[in-house]
């Protein structure tokens, strides 16, 4: 008897993993389909790190940015922003003092380079955004 039950729990282990990922594929699939607004909050350009509040004017300057990838095309795969066709966001360096590479802070914008629709920061390397307001 001992021997049966032992050859079952692992059955009983997969058995439960499976019916979990099974429970779990359609939340995974509708977050993957589907743009978030939950938790999608707003700042304000005064409560952007200063870092951030200079990358904001350098937007609406054109320029120059400090970074070779600053400008370029940012493709929402996350679809945690608004929808719109591909070129539409671009995105740009926050600096992060101390850090030496580009750090996880970025300015995505959305519309005409200089005078975008929206911009949203992130401070998280893209896992949240929070749209800036004047």
Known sequence: ML???VARVPQAG?????GAVLALMP???QARNAPSTQGQTTITVAQLPPQGR???ALIHQGGPFPYEKDG???GNRERLLPLHKR???REY???TPGARNRGARRIVCGGKPR???ACYYTSDHYASFREIVE
């Open 115 to 117: 005078m975008p629709d």
């Open 3 to 5: 021997k049966a039950l």
């Open 14 to 18: 997969v058995a439960c993993v499976l």
């Open 27 to 29: 939340v995974a699939g």
């Open 87 to 89: 070129g539409y966001y």
């Open 72 to 74: 370029t095309v940012f």
């Open 93 to 95: 360096t926050v600096r």
């Open 54 to 56: 200079e990358t904001y």
